[in-house]
């Protein structure tokens, strides 16, 4: 039996031409003080690398940044962004969130963006008492949010299914 092609198996590739970003992956100017990099792979439910993604983030801070990005994935399905380490974000009732970014993928496959977050490793305390983060009651779960040290700045892998996959919010 032959199975015809779906619409979410059609809807793609377009990003590259479609969603142009004059800064591209820079969230702050090249040589700003403390700029880090924030790089990763946009992976597949096999483990595949998608290399016609287009990654977003937002962020609050710091002093300098525009608060966004957006990165096209490359044909290892690897994206990076120059920015600095976000600042905790206030909320309503003393609640503040542990430094993040926000993150928007979009892939083939994809009719709508899933949307997650980006935490530090190096910020357990703020990420312990984060009320997002913590909700989430699997540890492993909770672990595909932490983006881990490297040195020049974050690694964080973005896997859309199955094994590890990364844990993606309704929005």
Not at 104 to 110: D, E, H, P, T
Request: hydrophobic share 40%; with cysteine.
């Amino acid at each position: 039996m032959t199975v015809g092609r779906t619409p979410s198996q059609t809807i793609g590739p377009f990003f590259e031409f479609a969603l142009p970003w004059p800064d591209g992956p820079y969230v702050v100017a090249a040589g700003t003080r403390g700029a880090i990099w924030l790089t990763g792979r946009l992976l597949d439910g096999q483990g595949a690398p998608v290399p016609d993604g287009l990654i977003e983030i937002w962020q609050v801070g710091p002093p300098g940044a525009r608060g966004f990005g957006r990165c096209s994935t490359d044909r290892d399905g690897q994206y990076r962004f120059l920015t600095g380490k976000p600042d905790p974000m206030p909320a309503a009732g003393g609640v503040v969130y542990a430094p993040h970014a926000a993150v928007s993928v979009f892939a083939r496959g994809l009719l709508k963006r899933v949307v997650t977050r980006i935490y530090f490793a190096d910020e357990e305390s703020a990420n312990r008492a984060d009320p997002v983060l913590s909700a989430i009651a699997d540890p492993r779960a909770r672990a595909t949010l932490i983006a881990a040290r490297t040195e020049d700045g974050y690694r964080f892998d973005i896997r859309l299914q199955g094994e590890g996959e990364t844990v993606f919010f309704d929005v």
